[in-house]
């Protein structure tokens, strides 16, 4: 079965320094791999993803994320870190081919500190 | 402006009554998503619907109905058989292939006493 894993409920950054937030996948087939991050009693926002082409990915806000197949992870990194980064980041992962369907995990409490 | 939205933003509902969460999106999206949030366990997969007149369950479907007769509308019924319906409830549209993402409306909270 396809699965993601976030292994960090929580990590804490002092802003201005580079963060990392962790994630694991399990699939077979092709992995096509997402990124959202979440504000206070919000909507989730999409951040990036993969489906294809260069291990380096770069999306909204400054944010990348580096996919490794060897690894099977697809950690989210972002060079300087911003209090206003602060939020509920998950990873999240196609289901099976031929489905719209997609796999989220638990999430990762980012916290950037002045 | 395109977009998806829930109305209403927090609901009150006393135990055992049954109550519709409305989700719009204006996007052409053919696929649409019903999420279940509670604290720490991330978002759980309700129903989703990849095109008009078809639905599947997702993962915790139980207590819970949908309907899909309009492409830009997919409403969910939380009905008096959900045993702990108090959550955070979100919808989603996705343009209805693997590689594009989900757009997310902003949630209704719904409290149930």
């Known amino acids: 079965a396809q699965s993601v894993a976030q292994p960090e409920d929580q990590v804490n950054v002092a802003e201005g320094n580079p963060l990392t937030v962790k994630c694991t996948y399990s699939?077979?087939?092709?992995?096509?791999l997402f990124w959202y991050v979440q504000y206070p009693n919000r909507g989730l926002q999409f951040l990036l993803k993969?489906?294809?082409?260069?291990?380096l990915v770069k999306g909204s806000y400054g944010f990348e994320a580096e996919f490794n197949k060897s690894q099977t992870s697809f950690h989210l990194k972002k060079p300087s870190a911003l209090v206003s980064d602060s939020a509920l980041y998950f990873c999240?992962?196609?289901?099976?081919?031929?489905?719209?369907?997609?796999?989220f995990g638990t999430g990762t409490r980012l916290k950037v500190l002045a | 402006d395109g977009g998806i939205t829930q109305s209403p933003k927090y609901l009150f509902r006393k135990e055992g009554q049954n109550v519709t969460l409305s989700c719009e999106q204006n996007?052409?999206?053919?696929?649409m998503y019903w999420y279940r949030q509670d604290p720490g366990q991330g978002l759980r997969l309700i129903y989703y619907?990849?095109?008009?007149?078809?639905?599947q369950k997702g993962d915790i479907a139980e207590g819970y109905s949908v309907s899909r007769e309009k492409k830009e509308s997919f409403p969910l019924t939380v009905t008096s058989a959900q045993k702990n319906p108090t959550a955070f409830y979100l919808c989603?549209?996705?343009?209805?292939?693997?590689?594009?993402?989900?757009?997310f409306g902003p949630g209704t909270r719904l409290t149930v006493t």
């Open positions: 989603a549209s996705s343009i209805g292939t693997e590689i594009y993402e989900q757009y």
């Open positions: 699939v077979s087939g092709n992995p096509y």
């Open positions: 993969y489906i294809t082409g260069d291990n």
């Open positions: 999240a992962v196609r289901d099976k081919k031929g489905t719209y369907k997609y796999i």
């Open positions: 996007l052409n999206h053919d696929a």
């Open positions: 619907s990849q095109i008009v007149n078809d639905f």
